[in-house]
Nanobody, 128 residues
Framework: QVQLMESGGGSVQAGGSLRLSCAAF????????MAWFRQAPGKEREGVAG????????YYVDSVKGRFTVSQDNAKNTLYLQMNSLKPEDTAMYYC?????????????????????WGQGTQVTVSS
């Protein structure tokens, strides 16, 4: 069973940056997709960014394009999310997730129902 562990969350002022990391433990092989989700209080969990581990194609929700960058380090089985120009509306619990097989063809914000493994989350708070 694969396990995911996020780190790197914290509090930052608007305009600042944070880098989230997600370490994957367990038997991971073949083609799979990894993604970052976020959930603010009272809101549904939404996909933010994803990457196909086999093909390297990246996916972003419109609200983070140009500000967030998702990347992978296959040697370390680690996924990253570099978040720049943070805004108060980015405040949420951020979750790492894995889907066996290729990334869904649906918009990334709708990927939550396609996930097979979730991390426990890391809090990101952006103050104005």
């Amino acid at each position: 069973q694969v396990q995911l562990m996020e780190s790197g969350g914290g509090s930052v002022q608007a305009g600042g940056s944070l880098r989230l990391s997600c370490a994957a433990f367990g038997d991971i092989s073949g083609d799979y997709c990894m993604a970052w989700f976020r959930q603010a209080p009272g809101k549904e969990r939404e996909g933010v960014a994803g990457i196909g581990i086999g093909d390297g194609i990246t996916y972003y929700v419109d609200s983070v394009k140009g500000r967030f960058t998702v990347s992978q380090d296959n040697a370390k089985n680690t996924l990253y999310l570099q978040m720049n120009s943070l805004k108060p509306e980015d405040t949420a619990m951020y979750y790492c997730a894995l889907r066996y097989g290729r990334c869904s063809l649906a918009p990334v914000r709708l990927w939550a129902t396609t996930v097979h493994v979730w991390g426990q989350g890391t809090q990101v708070t952006v103050s104005s």
